[in-house]
């Protein structure tokens, strides 16, 4: 900062003080780096609680698979594409799960692999971590 002294014909001093045009960049720049810093962690976190909230919905999905196999005849649903859209029981009529959750990124269903009444391989697609993948414990 820069101060500068002048005087005036009645001799009174004045001080005048000012930022330089350098300090000024140094700032913004230094509030740039704060602002891109905290934006990357702003994106590590939203991944991180994606992937997380994947994870639970698979184990939420197989809950339900597993319900519904003890509950109906022993055998799991099969899923029509290969997705679930519900799980529900026919006989005895039971809605165990209405709505099967999706991915909370791409919003589509889960996929099921190898889905049939004596088995079934539900897989979610994380940004981070390695594919968490639930399957039948009957």
């Known amino acids: ?11 009174n001093f004045k001080i005048k003080s000012a930022f330089t045009l350098l300090e ?11 602002i891109g810093m905290g934006a990357v962690s702003y994106s590590t976190a939203q991944k991180k609680a994606r992937d997380a909230k994947r994870k639970q919905d698979i184990k939420a999905i197989q809950n339900a698979l597993e ?6 005849n022993y055998q799991y649903p099969t899923p029509a594409g290969g997705k679930f859209s519900s799980i529900i029981c026919t006989s005895p009529s039971i809605a165990i799960m209405p709505t099967v959750p999706v991915d909370p990124k791409t919003i589509t269903p889960y996929p099921c692999s190898g889905c049939s009444s004596s088995q079934y ?5 994380t940004e981070n971590e390695p ?4 399957s039948n414990q009957q």
Request: charge should be positive.
């Open 67 to 72: 319900q519904y196999y003890s509950v109906c």
């Open 24 to 34: 000024m960049l140094v700032v913004i720049g230094i509030i740039g780096v704060l």
């Open 121 to 125: 391989k539900v897989c979610a697609v």
């Open 131 to 134: 594919t968490p993948c639930v």
């Open 1 to 11: 900062m820069k101060i500068k002294i002048t005087t005036n014909k009645t001799l």
